[in-house]
Nanobody, 123 residues
């Protein structure tokens, strides 16, 4: 079992930055693939970044070059550094964990979800 708690969301103007954190408790953090998802009003939830146990990462095109996912296994924490934010980045952001990267990146069916943190970007 893994419990995930996000923080770091807020309101920012376009062009600004935010860093989201996701602290995990429970099972062995380093064994899990981790990801960030987001869901904007009226839209489906999408995976935006995933990091594997060896640090390999992947991003959706709309955030590539602006967002960076990272993990600190010693602190049981997942991060998402978001730079050059745009109004279209406004969404609820969720962290997630699964032993399989496919269930995160392809199937959108990870075993564990956080409760979400809101990011609002104004123009």
């Amino acid at each position: 079992q893994v419990q995930l708690v996000e923080s770091g969301g807020g309101s920012v103007q376009a062009g600004g930055s935010l860093r989201l954190s996701c602290v995990a408790s429970g099972d062995t953090f380093g064994s899990y693939c981790l990801g960030w998802f987001r869901q904007a009003p009226g839209k489906e939830r999408e995976a935006i970044a995933v990091i594997d146990v060896d640090g390999t990462d992947v991003y959706v095109g709309s955030v590539k070059g602006r967002f960076t996912i990272s993990r600190d296994n010693a602190k049981n924490t997942l991060y998402l550094q978001m730079n050059s934010l745009k109004p279209e980045d406004t969404a609820m952001y969720y962290c997630a964990a699964d032993l399989s990267p496919t269930r995160l990146w392809v199937e959108y069916e990870p075993d564990y979800w956080g409760q979400g943190t809101q990011v609002t970007v104004s123009s």
